[in-house]
Structure formats: C-alpha cells, structure tokens
C-alpha cells in the first residue's frame, strides 16, 4: 500500500493552482443524469471520487469520455436506475443519483450508504425532501427504492436540519417536478450555487441557490450544457495552512477568495499577512510562529467542518492554547492521536479539543484515517522535525490532485514511497 514520506522543517513559498472543487464535481456528475443530452464539465479534477461517480455513470449506462480536465457524460439513454452496494459503500455521494434518477425516470434504487469513519451520516433528510415532493420511499434489504407517478410535484419543504447533499439532492429532483418548490433552510455552500449554475444551463429555472431559499421552477425536460467547476476553497484552504505552519509566503491562483471568509479570517488572527486579488490569495507568514485560534465548525458560510483537521495541525504548533468544537460530525476527531504520535499536546472532550501548541513537532510513522484527517498529517508533517511517514493515503487521493506535486513545487520534501 502506498505512504507519503515528509521531510519536515521547510518553508513553503511559491505559486500554486487550485483545482476544480471535489465537492462540487461530484453533484454535477450526478445531474448530468437529468439532461437528454451530453454535458461537457470542464476543471474536473483528476480525484479518485471523481473516478468512482464516473464509473456509477457508466454502470447506469452513461457514456462517460474523460480527457485532460474536461469530462462529458451523454446520459441521455440508461440501462438501468440502480445504484449498487458496491459503488455506493465506497462514496457517500453516491446517494446524489437518488433525485435526479427519481425525477427523470420516476424510479431509483440505490443502496444505503451505510456507516463512515467520521460519523453515522443518515439521509433522513434527503428521503423526507423528496417524499415532500410526492415520492414514495421504502427502505428494503440495504436499498433505497424511491418511485413516483408520472412526474413529481412542486412543494414547500423546510429542511429541519442544514444538509448539503439533501438540498442537492432535492434541488435536482425538483428541476423536473410540475410547478413550483420552494426549499426552506437550504445549505448554502458555494457548491450549491455551482450545481445550480450547472442545472441553469441545462434548462432549469432555479434561483436563490446560495442563500437559505431556494425557488425552482420546475420544467419537463433539460438538455446537455457546458460547465466549468468552480475552484475548491478546501484545497486553497489547506496549501495556506500549510503556508501558516511553515513560516511562508504562498500565492493560491484560480481560487474564490470570497468563498473562504471564515478561512481567512481565522488565518489573519493566527498572524497571517493576507492579500487578496481577484482569484489570488496571497498568504505572508513572515517567518513567525503561527497564534492559536479557536476553532467552531458550522455550515458556510461560517467555518468548514473540512477544514477542522487542518487548523488542528496548525493550532498543534501555534503559540497558545487553541479550542476546537466539531458540531456538524460526530467523531471527527480521529485525526488526534494520530497528531499525538508526532508530539502534539491534544486534549478531547466529547465534540471539543483542547490544543496546546508545542514548540516543534516531531516526525513519526502515522496512519491516515479519512480526507481532511490526511491533509491534517500532511501539515503537521511539513512543520515537524525529521521524517513522517503517512499510510493510508488512498484517503488523499479521493479529494486533493497531485498534493505531492504541488508541495514539492512550494519547497516541501514529499514523496510516495511504496
Ligand atoms: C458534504 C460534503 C462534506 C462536508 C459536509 C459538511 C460533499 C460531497 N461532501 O457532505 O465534504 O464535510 O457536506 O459541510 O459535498 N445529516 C442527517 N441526515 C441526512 C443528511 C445529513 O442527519 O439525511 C447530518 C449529517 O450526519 C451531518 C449533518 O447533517 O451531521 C451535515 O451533513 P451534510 O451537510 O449532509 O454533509 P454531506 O452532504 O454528507
């Protein structure tokens, strides 16, 4: 199985490209499943989820062509509306096929995702948004089956709980419903109003994606479009952390600052010198120690829960004490003892972790246990003395491209070792 061996102790500067956001790439591709013609995706980044939704296309009978960064899914005719065990168990967001399927073909079967290390992840919330829009659901050996006569039917639903793949999923299906729905206490991640852009181009009427209320004028059909993924504001966030912990001075290019407020702010108090123009983000550290910051994870757009692990690693070398409280997953704090392996001082708490900054971290062997929990090791690698070994990184590939690469090209020491 392959590991990342980490060098620590240099200084990150430089120029680095953020890719097409992984959170945002994985609804499109769900909802070029409702367009009768082929959608062209462009900033696709090469992500093993990426991969995975690709092949859950393909096994439903999409034609799917992926060349450079652009995808095209044709996904005009299908063979079959069942999402398997398989796929789904491996990718959460798999569940995103549920909406548009229901919605175009008025008939869907897609396995529970199940259980996730960082959490028990239901999708109440998703089944109860489509059932709002005239959906009949049941739950059978593992599988969701979601049917529904003739098309679906424009409604009111409040969601009773902020959930980003509910409102995508429901937000697809009500592009075909008859009439109007109206989505109360919708997420709103910037992904949201990418897949609403998206939508748009194909034909639907959407609006107010982005804020709380979200209207959809529902229309019979979508045709295919063409699409360009916005940049992903995790990744920018964490090649500046990554900056923050090691002193230096690195240049995001291609990201949307405006989609990181609470990113960057908790960056400037940590010390940080940020500036910002247009779709560069510019962060001087100059050479000093990072200050603690406490940390409260929310949905946007106040501070990322994906991005929780990573101020965890920079709180760990930080001068002062830094408090993190985690209320958006259950046990997303596995990434802790893997940080006390390299000489952290974390103290945890039910949902909130009490980090003590240590002067220098030191290198050790460590195992990554979910996304956000590897880049976290990543960082702390960067800024520790001597060689950090991570296994498990297949977690990393599901949601950062080519992290070697663009570390080594900023300075780091990094590599794959077999
Ligand atoms: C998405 C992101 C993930 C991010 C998360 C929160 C994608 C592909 N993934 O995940 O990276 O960490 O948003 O920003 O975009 N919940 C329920 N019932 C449901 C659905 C969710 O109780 O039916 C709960 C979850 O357990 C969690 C909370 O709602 O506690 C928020 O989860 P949600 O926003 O749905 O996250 P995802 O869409 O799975």
Do not use: W
């Amino acid at each position: 199985m392959q590991k990342i061996l980490i060098r620590g102790g240099r200084t990150l500067r430089g120029e680095v490209p953020i890719s097409g956001a992984k959170n945002a790439v994985l609804p499109i591709q769900c909802a070029t499943l409702l367009a009768d013609g082929p959608c062209r995706i462009d900033n696709v980044p090469r992500l093993q989820d990426v991969l995975t939704t690709a092949r859950l296309l393909e096994g439903l009978g999409a034609k799917v062509e992926h060349a450079g960064s652009t995808m095209t899914v044709d996904a005009a005719h299908l063979d079959s509306h069942v999402a398997p065990y398989e796929l789904v168990k491996t990718m959460r967001a798999s569940v995103l096929v549920l909406g548009p399927l229901l919605a175009k073909y008025h008939d869907a079967e897609v396995s529970l995702p199940g259980g996730c290390a960082i959490g028990s992840r239901p999708v109440d919330l998703h089944l109860k948004g489509l059932q709002a829009l005239g959906a009949e659901i049941t739950v059978d050996h593992g599988f969701i089956r979601a049917r529904c006569d003739g098309r679906l039917k424009g409604a009111r639903h409040v969601f009773e709980l902020v959930s980003v793949g509910a409102t995508e999923n429901v937000l697809m299906a009500a592009t075909l419903a008859e009439g109007r729905t109206i989505l109360e206490n919708a997420a709103m991640e910037p992904e949201i109003a990418d897949l609403a852009d998206c939508l748009n181009a194909m034909g639907a009427r959407i609006s107010g994606a982005g804020t709380p209320r979200i209207v959809v004028e529902g229309v019979p059909r979508l045709s295919g479009c063409t699409h360009r993924v916005i940049a992903d504001r995790i990744e920018t966030g964490t090649f500046l952390v990554a900056a923050a912990m090691t002193g230096g001075r690195v240049t995001t290019t291609g990201a949307r600052p405006h989609t990181l407020d609470a990113v960057l702010g908790k960056l400037r108090e940590a010390g940080a010198e940020i500036a910002v123009e247009k779709d560069h983000i510019t962060l001087d550290m100059h050479g000093r120690r990072p200050q603690a910051v406490n940390i409260t994870t929310a949905p946007h757009p106040a501070f990322p829960t994906d991005m929780q692990a990573q101020f965890m690693a920079l709180d760990c070398v930080a001068e002062g004490v830094g408090i993190i409280n985690e209320t958006i997953f259950e046990n997303r704090f596995m990434h802790v003892n893997e940080l006390l392996r390299l000489g952290a001082d974390i103290r945890v708490d039910g949902h909130t972790a009490v980090v003590r900054g240590v002067e220098r971290l030191q290198g050790a062997p460590v195992m990554a246990t979910d996304l956000r929990a590897s880049a976290s090791l990543i960082l702390a690698g960067l800024a520790a003395d001597g060689d950090t070994v991570i296994d498990r990184v297949y977690h990393l590939d599901r949601g950062y491209e080519n992290i070697e690469a663009k570390l080594g090209a900023l300075g780091a020491d990094i590599r794959r070792i077999d």
